[in-house]
């Protein structure tokens, strides 16, 4: 056996926990690009409700028609639950509904619902006022926590729609084999983007209601 057959550890071999890590370490040029994209149309939506306020405006009045404003306002005092809701909403609405679900019936289908609803969030994230200035700077580290979570589900969906349509790419045999394995990508991939989904929930939570008042304070 020579060593570098030696050094490569047989996926049966690693350690759970360590699986996704591998499959994002196999598949970096797409995780990098994945991301790329993710943030980068989220970035570019921003600067379109920049150079169009009515449009920013447009979307934060629809929030308001459709009381979801209401909701966070009313939740913003309650930090617990206001965590749940915002997990709940990021994990099953955005993470299974935009991204997984598509994808499960049409190849590469949850990146394209995905890339709309990133420039849409994009637009909608344009402050109105200096307070919502203030209140984007601990919303940012939301953004790069919860889109994470997002970027690691869309390699899983990229890695399902690839495996489906080339399966010999993976030396599977069949197409429902390769769908099979890339179903396995996305059930390892969405551990850690559970973890992220948590972890950003929380923070987004506690630092709208405890960050943003002291950060109004001292900078306005």
């Known amino acids: 056996m020579t060593s ?3 050094s490569i550890e047989h996926p049966a071999h690693v350690p759970f926990w360590r699986r996704p890590f591998r499959v994002i370490r196999e ?3 797409a995780y990098l690009v ?3 994209a993710a943030y980068g149309l989220a970035i570019i939506g921003f600067v379109i409700g920049l150079v169009f306020p ?3 405006a447009a979307r934060s009045a629809s929030l308001e028609e459709d009381g979801t404003g209401e909701l966070v306002r009313w939740l913003v005092n309650t930090p617990p639950l206001f ?3 915002i997990l709940g909403v990021n994990l099953f609405r955005l993470s299974v509904l935009t991204i997984v679900l598509p994808s499960l019936i049409v190849p590469f289908a949850g990146l394209a619902f995905f890339g709309y609803w990133s420039v849409e969030t994009g637009i909608t994230l344009v402050p109105a006022s200096p307070q919502g200035w203030v209140a984007l700077i601990p919303h940012s580290l939301t953004l790069v926590i919860e889109f994470q979570a997002y970027v690691l589900l869309l390699l899983g969906a990229y890695l399902l729609g690839r495996n489906w349509l080339f399966p010999r790419t993976i030396g599977a045999k069949s197409r ?3 769908y099979v394995r890339g179903l396995q990508r996305i059930g390892l991939l ?5 973890a992220l989904l948590i972890v950003g ?3 987004e939570a506690y630092s709208l209601r405890y960050f943003v008042y002291p950060l109004s304070q001292l900078l306005l």
């Open 54 to 56: 009515d449009l920013s």
């Open 176 to 178: 429902r084999q390769g």
């Open 27 to 29: 598949n970096m040029r």
């Open 190 to 194: 969405a551990l850690p983007a559970l």
């Open 34 to 36: 994945i991301n790329a």
């Open 201 to 203: 929930a929380v923070w």
């Open 4 to 6: 570098q057959s030696a």
């Open 83 to 85: 965590a749940l809701t």
